[in-house]
């Protein structure tokens, strides 16, 4: 189910503090009201990414998803992205790291 209209449609620019409220008060899920992703992963074999922002890029040992909060980094061995649509990512293989990570920006050498 896609809430993200949401965000545009009924509700003006609240902080993240009120939206978590909101969502705490109308039962939602945070991630539906926040735009946050929500990453399940199971076990060492499987990690579904829901509300992601598409995909950076795709080998068999790291996977990058893009998302609201930074670009999401998956290390393993043999991943494959199993599904894949606007809202949900599913990867399997054998997972070895999770971790966001923050590109430099291009031109700047901090």
Do not use: C, W
Not at 94 to 105: G, H, N
């Amino acid at each position: 189910m896609n809430l993200n209209f949401l965000n545009k449609t009924f509700m003006p620019k609240r902080s993240k503090k009120d939206l978590r409220q909101f969502a705490l008060l109308s039962q939602l899920p945070q991630e539906v009201i926040t735009d946050q992703p929500r990453i399940t992963l199971i076990g060492d074999q499987e990690i579904v990414v829901e509300n992601h922002k598409g995909l950076i890029s795709y080998e068999d040992a790291l996977v990058k998803v893009n998302t609201n909060i930074s670009p999401l980094a998956i290390e393993g061995d043999k991943l494959v992205i199993e599904r894949m649509d606007s809202e949900t990512i599913i990867i399997r293989g054998r997972i070895k790291s999770v971790k966001y990570f923050f590109e430099p920006a291009q031109g700047r050498s901090d």
